[in-house]
């Protein structure tokens, strides 16, 4: 089994800061990719940003500039840093590990279980 677990989230005014925190542990031989999503009242869950073992990262267009992913690979951590947040950045923020059990093993993925983020006045 493979725990992961985020911690972060909260209320903030618009402009402000957060920054959000992921670990994951349990059964874990090798991470590939370590991600951010979000899901908004009433939309679908979009991919905020990702970043691989080698430190590459992936953001969406409207977290660009604004938003910095980091991960630890020695402790299977990684942390999203929120800048200049905005109202329409309000969403349950989730935190996906795409990982294997052995060498070779197959890829599998898991999830957290979310830590609101609300942006507002």
């Known amino acids: ?8 989230g909260g209320l903030v005014q618009p402009g402000g800061s957060l920054r959000l925190s992921c ?19 009433g939309k679908q869950r979009e991919l905020v940003g990702s970043i691989i073992s080698g430190g590459g990262a992936h953001y969406v267009d409207s977290v660009k500039g604004r938003f910095t992913i980091s991960r630890d690979n020695a402790k299977n951590t990684v942390s ?16 996906n590990v795409a990982y294997s059990r052995s060498s070779g093993g197959p890829a599998l993925d898991a999830w957290g279980q979310g830590t609101l983020v609300t942006v507002s006045s």
């Open 23 to 41: 670990a994951a542990s349990g059964s874990i031989f090798s991470i590939y990719v370590m991600g951010w999503y979000r899901q908004a009242p």
């Open 80 to 95: 999203l840093q929120m800048n200049s947040l905005k109202p329409e950045d309000t969403a349950v923020y989730y935190c």
């Open 1 to 8: 089994q493979v725990q992961v677990v985020e911690s972060g």
